[in-house]
T-cell receptor, first 113, second 114 residues
Framework: DTAVSQTPKYLVTQMGNDKSIKCEQN?????MYWYKQDSKKFLKIMFS???????INETVPNRFSPKSPDKAHLNLHINSLELGDSAVYFC????????????FGPGTRLTVL | GEDVEQSLFLSVREGDSSVINCTYT??????LYWYKQEPGAGLQLLTY?????DMKQDQRLTVLLNKKDKHLSLRIADTQTGDSAIYFC??????????????FGKGTHLIIQP
C-alpha cells in the first residue's frame, strides 16, 4: 500500500500553461506539505496545510496554490508556468502531535519547455 | 533564522563506517531527522531523534546529537553499495500548534568505493 502518492510522476509542458499535481495520503494524517527540489537537489518547503491553516513560504510565487478537497488530498496548482518552475515537487504528510515525522511521496518531475 | 549545514560529499570504502555530519542553528528544534534519497527516487525516512536524546541506534544506523554544539551525526556501520545515496539532515520546529514543515540541509552525497 502506497502511503503518500503523487500523480503524475513526470510532467512536461510549455511555458505559460497551467498545470496541477495531485497528492493523496492514506495514513490518516492531518497535515500535508509541498516541497520543491531544484536541480542541485536543494529542498525547500513551499506550503504546509491542515484543516486549520495554510502556511505559505513567503518566497513562493502566488502562481502556486494548494487546494485540499478533503483531508487526504492536497493538490498543487501552478498558473502561467515559467522555465524556473522546472524541478521535482514532493508531497508529504504528518500527524501533528504525533512527532511531526513526515512521510514523502515519490515526487513529480516537472519540466517546463 | 533557520539553517542546516552539511558537507556535500563523502567518499568511503565498502565495509568501512560512514559518518555524515550536520549542524543546525535553531536551538528550538524539537525533532531532527535523517532522510535518504536514492537516484531518481523520493525521500525515505531513515531515522529521527528527539531533542532531549543524545543517541539513537537502529541496526547499522547510529544517530548522535550534541545539543550544546547543535551538531547531529549519522553513522552507518559496514557501508554497502546499496547505501550510495544523498542523505539529508532536517529539523522540525513543531510547536504543538501547527506544522511549519521541515528545514533541510543541502544533502550529503555518499559515494562508496569498492
Amino acid at each position: 500500500d502506497t502511503a503518500v502518492s503523487q500523480t503524475p510522476k513526470y510532467l512536461v509542458t510549455q511555458m505559460g500553461n497551467d498545470k496541477s499535481i495531485k497528492c493523496e495520503q492514506n495514513l490518516g494524517h492531518d497535515t500535508m506539505y509541498w516541497y520543491k527540489q531544484d536541480s542541485k537537489k536543494f529542498l525547500k518547503i513551499m506550503f504546509s496545510y491542515n484543516n486549520k491553516e495554510l502556511i505559505i513560504n513567503e518566497t513562493v510565487p502566488n502562481r502556486f496554490s494548494p487546494k485540499s478537497p478533503d483531508k487526504a488530498h492536497l493538490n498543487l496548482h501552478i498558473n502561467s508556468l515559467e522555465l524556473g518552475d522546472s524541478a521535482v515537487y514532493f508531497c508529504a504528510s504528518s500527524q501533528v502531535g504525533g512527532g511531526d515525522t513526515q512521510y514523502f511521496g515519490p515526487g513529480t518531475r516537472l519540466t517546463v519547455l | 533564522g533557520e539553517d542546516v549545514e552539511q558537507s556535500l560529499f563523502l567518499s568511503v570504502r565498502e565495509g568501512d563506517s560512514s559518518v555524515i555530519n550536520c549542524t543546525y542553528t535553531d536551538s528550538s528544534s524539537t525533532y531532527l531527522y535523517w532522510y535518504k534519497q536514492e537516484p531518481g527516487a523520493g525521500l525515505q525516512l531513515l531515522t529521527y531523534i528527539f531533542s532531549n536524546m543524545d543517541m539513537k541506534q537502529d541496526q547499522r544506523l547510529t544517530v548522535l546529537l550534541n545539543k550544546k554544539d547543535k551538531h547531529l551525526s549519522l553513522r552507518i556501520a559496514d557501508t554497502q553499495t546499496g547505501d550510495s545515496a544523498i542523505y539529508f539532515c532536517a529539523e522540525s520546529m513543531y510547536s504543538g500548534g501547527g506544522a511549519d514543515g521541515l528545514t533541510f540541509g543541502k544533502g550529503t552525497h555518499l559515494i562508496i568505493q569498492p
